[in-house]
Structures are given as structure tokens and as C-alpha cells.
């Protein structure tokens, strides 16, 4: 890595020329990723590392959680599922947008900056973990029937907030950068780790405690190696009062929105583990498999495009030029995962999980809807955020829950259970509609590439739920019944390549008509 002095070619001063030393109270910089003057070049880059560690993670994840199902009861995550609802929640309710600020901050790379932000993380982090203790009686006995173990297992899985309270800041930096490789490298090893120590633990002892011991196994591999990305960058306490004021002016409408995401994004693991552990333990596996899509899409709104509209932004042109290529490029990619997990969603839940999970299918089919409107949020909702308006998505995660609040109850008594994960999915389509007001009257034109997005992904899902229906029938499943896997595994081949052939067409299109160009004059 070259030196700062190296890069801008300092010419030395004449030794007849008394130099004046440096103020001594003032601390070099710290080490940083050098830049990378190729803007498309480091998208590109960044993305093809971020997709491919997602897509790895994702298939260990998924064989773990597979072979979980089988060593496991229901119950089993419909407790770790409660736990991190409320330890996801009281993060939330007590995020002031550290992250965010590092990134998208003029001063982010400054010592000063960053360790006052790393020095608040720690206190942020100590004081989350002293609520999950107050929390743990009340989540633990004030519900039909009690359940004690949560006394122990909210504050065991909420130590992970003192860890990741010291996480570096180096992580940020690298996002900035949109420098991925050694931050999918990390979060890939640890998740692989966490899981291996998680899969093992269970099957000599097949109880809650791995599913919270793995994700404290990949929390401490992650603390040490990430102050070990950058060479020369370190993190040390910190209290400057300007920093401290820029983090908290910032990161106030950060704070309002993440409060308002809890109510928004949790609120069906709240009401349906309320209903029924079991319950909750099958619509947790629908979920996790609706939300692939959903957090690779996540992933790269918040470690491609947020900080690539940043890095346009400071350079001085207008990010509304490039929207378009953006969007469209992220979009159709949200549109192929989403339009694939509605048409394979159902018989991959009857080709890998048994009899007890069954009712995963119908409520995967649903939820993925739900999902589509997320992933447009965020992927909006990164643009607005880099040009320093971090209101709306309070304001949007505001209007969700008062979807929420009308529609669940609503929902549920007319339709049921059915019903309540409609009311679900109809919240994040208001989230979505506030958003993209809020995006139209910054002058980015969305909704161009939005209802054709959407247009594909339910003409193609359908289509290939049909050919899957016309050609390889699969029998109702039945507990108990022996399947048959090779016509199981056909019909996902099936639908799979009819979603993929589909998409490729208007992909073609697209590419043709110079879509993914760079706009002319940017």
C-alpha cells in the first residue's frame, strides 16, 4: 500500500530552510484502502464479491438449516426466533446510524470521526446488553404458557451486542471504499465456523443452546479479524465533541427510522410466536427462505449502491444521472431471485424438509410478495439516504405500522392465519408507496423501472409454476408418505430454467437498447 506522501509526489524541502514540525497534539491519519479513481470498476468488483459470498453463505446456510430441521423440534427456533426479535428490537430502538455516518460522511475518514463513533458503539453495545437482563423475566413469564429458558437465552444471545460493540470501524472504511473482498471473507469464514459449530452441537445434543452458541462462535471470529483488515488502522477511545455532535444530528432520523423498522419488519414473529411456538417455528423456515432473496438485495443496497451513490455524490455529480443504470441492473436481479423463489418456493419446501413443515410452502408464496416490496425500498431508500435525507424511511417504516395495526387484526379475523400474513405483506406495500413519493420528489424517476420489474416477476413465476404443474405434477404431500425425490427434484429443475430462460430475454433486451450504459454527459 502506497503512502499518502508517495501518491501526491511532495517535493523535499531545501535543508537551508528551517522546517517547522507538525503540531504534536494533532494525530497522523489513519491508514486508508487506497482510492480507486474507476467508478464502475469498483462496483463491478465490489458487487461480483458481494453476490458471490452471499450465494456461498446461502447454500451452507441452507444445508445447515436442512439438517437443523431434522435434528431439531419447531419449538427449538420458535425460541430462538422470539429472543432475537426483542434483542433485534431493543438494536434498533438504540441505533443512531454509526455505520451509516462513517459512509456517508465528509470527515468519515477521519481519526477523530470514526474512533468517537467506535468509542460510542462500545457504550451502545454495553447498554444493550444490560436491557436484555431486564428484559429476559417479563419475554420469559408474561406469556401463555411461560417459558423459563428464555430467562437464560435473551441475555446469552444478547452478549453478542458487547461483541459486536467492539467490532473496528475498519469495516466501515472498507464499505466506503466499496472494497468487499476482505469483508465477505470474514463474514463467509465466520458463518461457516458458526454453523459447523452449531450443526455439530446439535447432534450430540439436540437442544436450543447451539442455535445461540453458533452465533456467539461467528461474533468473536468476526471482533478479532476486524481489526486486523486494514494494516496501520487502529481503533482507540475516543470523545470529540464535534464528532459526537455530526454522529448525533445525523443520526437522530436514523435512530426515529430503525425504532420504526422493529415495529415494522418484527411485528409477525411478535404476533405469530404469541399464537404458537410451533407456529412460529414453521412460518420462521417460510421466512427464511422468502428473505434470501431479500437479504442478498439488502446487502448490496447497503455495501454497493448506498455507498456508490455516496462516493458520486462527493464527487460532485449528480446521482440522479445515474439512478437509472442502477436501479435497473440491482432491480433485475431482485426480479430473477424473487420470481424464482415464488416458482420452486413450495416444491423445494416438499423436497427437503419433512411432514411438520409442510404448511412452509403456502405461507413462502405469500410472504415473497411482501419481500419484493421490501428489496424496492431499500434499494430506493439507498439513494435518499445518500443525499443526506434520512427521514423518509422513519416516516415510511411509521406508515407500515399503522398498516399494520389496521390490517392485522382485520386480516385475521376475516381470513384467519392466512389473512395475517397477507396483512403482512400489504404493510410493506405501504412502506414501499411512501418511499417512492419520496424518491419522485427528489426528481429520480422509478416508477418506469418498478412496474415492469414487477410485471416479470409474477408473469414469469406463474408461467413456471405451471409448466412445473403441467409436465411434473407433484402428489399433496402427506405425513407420513413416502416421497418421491427424483420427480420432486425434476419439477425445481423445471421451473428454475423456465425463470431463467425468461429473464434473459427482456435482460437481452435491455442490453441491446443501452440501458446499462453510462448516461451520456455524466
Known sequence: MNSANDEAGETPVAPSVAAEPPPATEPPPAPSPPPQHNLKKMALTSALWTG????????????ANVVLARLLFPEAFGLVATAFVFLMGIHLFADVGIRTSVIQHERGEEPDF??????????RGFILFFVSFLLAWPVAYLRDPPQPILMILLPLMGSMSIITGFYSTALYTLERHMQQKRTVLID?????????????????????????????????IQLVWSHRLIPGYRNRLR????????????????????????????????????????LLGVYHMAAQLA????????????????????????SGKDVRQFFGRIHLATG?????????????????????YDSRYQDAGWMLHILAFGVWFQILEALEGSVLLALGEAKP???????????????????TYYWDFTGMIVAF?????????ITVCFVRAQRVPVLRYDLPLLAFVILSSQLALHCGDWWFPAPVPVAGAVKDYRLLAIRLLIQGSVVVGLWLVPMAVCWKAGLFKKPAGA
Request: hydrophobic residues 55%; charged residues 10%.
Open 332 to 352: 433485475s436481479v431482485a426480479a430473477l431471485l424473487l420470481a424464482g423463489v415464488l416458482a420452486t418456493g413450495p416444491t423445494l419446501v416438499q423436497l427437503v
Open 114 to 123: 470514526y474512533n468517537t463513533a467506535w468509542t460510542l458503539q462500545i457504550i
Open 52 to 63: 458471490a459470498g452471499f450465494a456461498w453463505f446461502q447454500v451452507i446456510r441452507f444445508a
Open 188 to 220: 463467509l469464514t465466520a458463518q461457516i465456523i458458526s454453523l459447523g459449530v452449531t450443526v455439530v452441537w446439535a447432534w450430540f445434543w439436540p437442544t436450543v443452546w447451539p442455535l445461540a452458541f453458533g452465533q456467539i462462535a461467528a461474533g468473536l
Open 425 to 433: 405483506a400489504a404493510g410493506d406495500c405501504t412502506r414501499y408507496i
Open 291 to 314: 428473505l434470501i432473496p431479500h437479504q442478498l438485495m439488502l446487502t448490496f443496497a447497503g455495501r454497493l449502491a448506498f455507498p456508490l451513490y455516496s462516493k458520486i455524490k462527493q
Open 239 to 278: 470523545w470529540d465533541r464535534t464528532a459526537l455532535h455530526e454522529l448525533i444530528h445525523f443520526g437522530k432520523w436514523i435512530y426515529v427510522s430503525t425504532a420504526m423498522t422493529f415495529l415494522a419488519n418484527q411485528a409477525d414473529r411478535l404476533v405469530v410466536g404469541y399464537r404458537s411456538l410451533s
Open 393 to 411: 424511511s422513519a416516516i415510511s417504516n411509521f406508515g407500515k405500522v399503522l398498516t399494520l395495526l389496521i390490517a392485522v387484526p382485520l386480516g
